[in-house]
């Protein structure tokens, strides 16, 4: 199952994708988290992701689509794998579709989860999750019961440096700009699903589950000429 989920910032990506992966074993690939481990390590790209992450725009599109051929190589994501956060934009959509098909296969689904931005900030300004394992926790929605993760029984937490009101403000036009012709692109392909992300997370996943459950798989026919 290769699969991309849609939506905007705070919509509740991260949380179904970390869900799917451990019910489901689908390997998650974030690129949001994969930008703030180079952060982390203070690599030349980190430094470069920092200044570009803490202004609410898209890395640029070569960087990215580098960063995911490279990783959807490794043999974890053989069976498949679930994208949060990439492709952000057309061009790297297209790319990604590239890619497949060199490697005989395609994309199974795309899920679009729409919420309002009123609900996003209030999600937004909120959430912080588990330093160790990254599970996603809310002041509001969803504390660890006494400050322990529910996941790894870690007591560290922390917030993302780019989860404050200007910069959500940024990231949300990003979003509109330049992630949302994303929908019409995988509409057209016929394997777009919209749902309601302003449902619990319990719901969405319900959802989720229905709609993978019917998802067929395949490969496309292999690329003889490239
Ligand atoms: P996320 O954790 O998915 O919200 O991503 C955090 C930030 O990382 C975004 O606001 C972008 O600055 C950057 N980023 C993550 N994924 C991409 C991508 N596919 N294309 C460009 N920038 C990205």
Do not use: W
Not at 185 to 205: C, F, P, R, V
């Amino acid at each position: 199952m290769k699969l991309i989920l849609i939506g905007p910032p705070g919509g509740g990506k991260g949380t179904q994708a970390q869900r799917l992966q451990r019910d489901r074993g689908i390997t998650k690939l974030s690129t949001g988290d994969m930008l703030r481990a180079e952060v982390a390590s203070g690599s030349s790209l980190g430094k470069q992701a920092k200044t570009i992450m803490d202004a609410g725009q898209l890395l640029p599109n070569e960087i990215m689509i580098e960063l995911i051929e490279e990783r959807i190589s490794q043999s974890d994501c053989e069976q498949g794998f679930l994208l949060d956060g990439f492709p952000r934009t057309v061009a790297q959509a297209e790319a990604l579709d590239a890619m497949l098909l060199r490697k005989g296969t395609k994309l199974d689904c795309a899920i679009e989860i729409k919420v309002d931005d009123a609900l996003l900030v209030e999600r937004i300004s909120g959430r912080f999750a588990c330093a160790k394992c990254g599970e996603g926790y809310h002041d509001k929605f969803k504390q660890p019961e006494n400050g322990i993760c529910e996941v790894c029984g870690s007591t560290h937490f922390e917030r993302r440096a780019d989860d404050n009101e200007a910069t959500v403000k940024k990231r949300l036009e990003a979003f509109y700009d330049q992630t949302s012709p994303l929908l019409p692109y995988y509409k057209e392909q016929g394997i777009l699903q919209e749902l309601n992300g302003t449902l619990s997370i319990e719901e969405i996943a319900k959802q989720i589950d229905s709609i993978l459950d019917l998802v067929p798989t395949g490969k496309s026919q292999p690329a003889t000429h490239l």
